[in-house]
């Protein structure tokens, strides 16, 4: 069964430019997420979709970011214009579902290097 | 507002050995928890999961624990391998679906 894929897996821009990340996450899976890993932490949920409607965007900072999901499979994250502190890993799961037994899975992760 | 820490943040321990990692919630209404292992450089890989009505997990030389009233899990890793070395992060998910993880700890295991 082939995982969650995740592109670029680097990406280096200047500061005030925009970027966007895409992820295809496991066949069948309906619920997606996107998290930020900053170097040394936690990863931080920041978008969390339910097939097509999100579930969760409250730590999304809305004035630079946005994400979709059209079709309710692959789904892309865009930041613009970026800031030096959008540079971190970004991350994107997918799980069957929102259920208590349903494991999220993780991609590789898109290093993002804002100058 | 959930916070989860991850007690100790790096751990050194001769091979063969048996350790314990810790994780620690602050409210204890979750969905579930879920371990994960971190490799440099790569994504996380899924350990174990626990749902809230488990009390523990096994997967073959790994253990976890919840015990949701005291706010805690633990994942216990039997005869450390050089290959066990990684970050080991904990994640809680609550009832509105938030999933908020710990800071990790990252251990090494020494040949």
């Known amino acids: 069964e082939a995982g969650v894929a995740q592109s670029p897996r680097y990406k280096i821009i200047e500061k005030r430019q925009s970027v966007a990340f895409w992820c295809n996450p496991i066949s069948g899976h309906a619920t997606l997420y996107w998290y930020q890993q900053i170097l040394g932490q936690g990863p931080k949920l920041l978008i969390q979709f339910q097939n097509n409607g999100v579930v969760d965007d409250s730590q999304l900072p809305k004035d630079r970011f946005s994400a979709e999901r059209l079709k309710g499979v692959d789904s892309t994250l865009k930041i613009q214009p970026a800031k030096l502190e959008d540079s971190a890993v970004y991350l994107c799961?997918?799980?069957?579902?929102?259920?208590?037994?349903?494991?999220?899975?993780f991609g590789p992760g898109t290093r993002l290097t804002v100058l | 507002k959930q916070e989860v820490t991850q007690i100790p943040a790096a751990l050194s321990v001769p091979e063969g050995e048996n350790l314990v990692l810790n994780c620690s919630f602050t409210?204890?209404?979750?969905?579930?928890l879920q371990w994960f292992r971190q490799d440099p450089g790569k994504g996380l890989t899924s350990l174990l999961l626990?749902?809230?009505?488990?009390r523990e997990q096994t997967s073959g030389r790994l253990n976890a624990s919840l015990d949701k009233s005291s706010g805690r899990s633990t994942l216990y890793i039997a005869a450390s391998q050089p290959g066990d070395s990684a970050t080991y992060l904990c994640a809680v998910r609550e009832g509105g679906f938030k999933t908020i993880f710990g800071a990790g700890t990252r251990l090494f295991v020494k040949a």
């Open positions: 799961a997918s799980s069957l579902g929102q259920g208590k037994h349903n494991e999220q899975f």
């Open positions: 409210d204890s209404a979750i969905y579930n």
């Open positions: 626990i749902q809230s009505s488990q």
